[in-house]
């Protein structure tokens, strides 16, 4: 194989915990995925993916009063890989996304109309439930530093020939 | 683009249009807005999710609010949704199984599908 390994390029973005910070972000990743060779059918998920982690990120910091900056990752190099990483206490850590999710929604479903859920912790299954959905990719881990989670998510992308 | 919002009155629902971005910085506006269309003490309210680019977890959370918010107060919420995008969001949460989801303003406020013969005239 003379696949020469694709030059790796990175986009690295850290921000403040506040909510206006996230469509700033998903314009970001929006223009370095489309750049990395993400279709255009994918783009709209890679967004609302990327909006969702930082989303989660930016609730869990206000959640505890923390101004630490949240880290996003953005690496070209086969897949187009993002890492989400917050600063919080690892409440997700080693939790499945799924769980949560699942709960939450079957609650959604049980009680269709008559929803007794918190909406606060009802978007944060709804997100999580998103997450999942959009990405086959994904994996939840505590930050390597161990202070905090990254949120890992790849795609595939669908290189053009360079021009 | 961000946020835009107007309210229009359809028969006896209230169609509140969205434009533009719903997410983690502009959904506490709809939630506002939705808010005050049930403390005005409207009970057929209509969302209109046509000129809506973008929609996260925030978003949805503000319309199962407002969903229940109606249903305590013998309302209801439906929404109008054309877009495969946006509907695709609502299949993978399981929301498309809460709502009602309308592909026009004409099916939301007549309760129907059966009215929308006049695109094709």
Redesign the interface.
């Known amino acids: 194989m003379n696949n020469t390994p694709a030059q790796m390029s990175t986009v690295h973005v850290a921000f403040s915990p506040d909510p206006a910070y996230v469509r700033t972000v998903r314009l970001v990743a929006a223009a370095v995925a489309r750049r990395a060779g993400i279709s255009d059918e994918v783009l709209d998920e890679v967004r609302l993916a990327i909006g969702e982690a930082c989303t989660r990120a930016v609730a869990l910091h206000r959640r505890h009063g923390l101004t630490d900056l949240i880290s996003v990752t953005m690496s070209d190099g086969g897949r187009f890989t993002v890492r989400v990483t917050d600063r919080g206490p690892a409440e997700s850590a080693g939790k499945e996304p799924g769980e949560t999710t699942g709960d939450i929604m079957a609650q959604v479903a049980a009680e269709s109309g008559r929803l007794a859920v918190d909406e606060d912790v009802l978007t944060a299954g709804v997100g999580l439930a998103l997450l999942t959905g959009l990405v086959a990719d994904l994996a939840v881990s505590a930050a390597s530093d161990g202070i905090g989670t990254e949120i890992r998510m790849s795609w595939p992308v669908s290189r053009r020939s360079a021009h | 683009m961000e946020l835009s919002l107007a309210t229009r009155s359809v028969s006896d629902h209230v169609v509140l249009e969205i434009g533009g ?1 719903i ?3 502009t959904a506490p506006r709809l939630r506002e807005r939705l808010i005050e269309l049930v403390g005005a003490g409207e009970k057929q309210v209509v969302v209109d999710l046509g000129r809506v680019d ?1 929609l ?3 978003g ?3 319309l ?2 407002a ?2 918010r109606l ?1 305590a107060s013998d309302g209801a919420l439906s929404l109008v949704c054309p877009h495969e ?1 946006l509907l695709k ?1 609502f299949r ?4 498309d ?2 709502f009602e989801i309308h592909r026009s303003v004409e099916d939301a406020t007549t309760g129907g599908s059966a009215k929308t013969a006049r695109t094709g005239a």
Do not use: W
Request: hydrophobic share 40%; net charge neutral; no cysteine.
């Open positions: 971005e997410d983690v910085y973008f996260d977890s925030t949805l959370g503000v199962v609010g969903h229940r249903r995008r969001i993978i949460t399981g929301l199984s809460v």
